[in-house]
């Protein structure tokens, strides 16, 4: 068990649905990272959170959406679903302070099959 | 600026034998250089890291080289296991302005078979 838990595991829904991704943090860490993981593309980062702030975007699609709580967890919600965005979505957290040797702590992630 | 490209795509080794996995970059505003470990179905594993002011670290069969003039590190897997067969990431990240770490960029990964 990594510390950071993701909810659900498995998750199967029809095109143009929304679904709602959670993650929990590993216990005192302020960051949170989400991933897609799909079989071309490797690991892309969408967004990072930081003690409920949005911090850095990257290929997150306008379709997508994501807010971490004030108990830190973080949700990511995907919206109009489209068969491509079938892909494993990984959650990860990292310590509060730089110079720590932690580094970032991976969920075992929400597979999304979309039909 | 931001990639990391990683080499090779995939490696064949036999049990015992030394695998390694390059990695080069070009944003010299990273400052911490990670190799995840995934197995399929699984999330990334946290293998070993290593931040620029060191050349090498060495955990167990696990070592990291760091050349920061060339901007490459590489992973070396010393006697090389069956159970070590998964695919090996590398990985680079730097600080945001605002303190704290920011996202990784990862490498597209290296998926290694060792052979009995």
């Known amino acids: 068990d990594s510390g950071v838990t993701q909810t659900p595991k498995h998750l199967i829904t029809a095109t143009g649905q929304r679904v709602t991704l959670r993650c929990s943090p590993r216990?005192?860490?302020?960051?949170v990272y989400w991933y897609q993981q799909s079989l071309d593309q490797g690991l892309q980062f969408l967004i990072q959170?930081?003690?409920?702030?949005?911090?850095a975007k990257g290929n997150i699609l306008e379709r997508f959406s994501a807010q971490q709580f004030p108990d830190l967890h973080s949700e990511l919600n995907l919206s109009s679903l489209e068969l491509g965005d079938s892909a494993l979505y990984f959650c990860?957290?990292?310590?509060?302070?730089?110079?720590?040797?932690?580094?970032?702590?991976f969920g075992s992630g929400t597979r999304l099959t979309v039909v | 600026q931001q990639q990391v490209k990683q080499s090779p795509q995939s490696l064949i080794v036999q049990k015992g034998g030394i695998s390694i996995i390059n990695c080069a970059y070009e944003?010299?505003?990273?400052?911490?250089f990670p190799w995840y470990q995934q197995f399929p179905g699984k999330g990334p594993a946290l293998l070993i890291a290593?931040?620029?002011?060191?050349s090498e670290k060495k955990e167990g069969r696990f070592t990291i080289s760091f050349n920061k003039s060339a901007k490459q590190f590489s992973l070396h897997i010393m006697d090389s296991q069956p159970g070590d067969s998964a695919t090996y990431f590398c990985?680079?990240?730097?600080?945001?302005?605002?303190?704290?770490?920011?996202?990784?960029?990862f490498g597209k990964g290296t998926k290694l078979s060792v052979k009995p």
């Open positions: 990860a957290s990292s310590a509060p302070s730089l110079g720590t040797d932690y580094g970032y702590t």
């Open positions: 216990s005192g860490d302020l960051s």
């Open positions: 959170y930081y003690n409920g702030e949005e911090r």
């Open positions: 944003n010299t505003a990273f400052d911490y």
């Open positions: 290593i931040r620029p002011d060191v």
């Open positions: 990985a680079a990240s730097g600080a945001t302005s605002g303190g704290s770490q920011g996202n990784l960029i």
